[in-house]
């Protein structure tokens, strides 16, 4: 199995609690049929969510992605997946834990849009 997919799958298996919390909303075509999946490889990079139809990649952020590198490596990965026509909206797992029902309204949003 090629190496990428082998790391989005031990990805899947150790999601952080903001993913699972996440996933119980956009999993199973829960919003107007819309399928996501999740830790899905696009090119040299893994994106934590994706609706492939609306070409929607959903990212969420620790603490980690405040240092001067990670900031530089995430633009850079977005300008990639931008390049190949995906949408990136991005969420600090924060707004996960303290505002879960305003994040869904983001990608509702993201989704209703055309």
């Keep these: 199995m090629n190496e990428k997919y082998s ?10 609690p903001q993913e699972i919390m996440l996933w119980t909303l ?11 999946r999740r830790q899905y ?8 969510f994706i ?12 603490g980690q992605h405040n240092e001067p590198n ?8 977005t300008e990639f997946l931008k390049s190949k026509g995906y949408k990136v909206i991005r969420f600090w797992n924060n707004d996960i834990d303290n505002n ?8 509702r949003k993201n989704l209703d849009a055309d």
């Design 26 to 36: 956009l999993r199973n075509r829960q919003y107007k049929n819309y399928k996501f």
């Design 41 to 48: 490889p696009i090119g040299n990079y893994i994106v934590d």
């Design 51 to 62: 609706c492939r139809e609306k070409r929607l990649i959903i990212e969420l952020d620790g």
């Design 100 to 107: 879960i029902e305003g994040v869904f309204e983001v990608i």
């Design 7 to 16: 790391k989005a799958r031990e990805l899947r298996q150790n999601s952080t």
């Design 70 to 77: 990670n900031i530089k490596y995430d633009k850079e990965r």
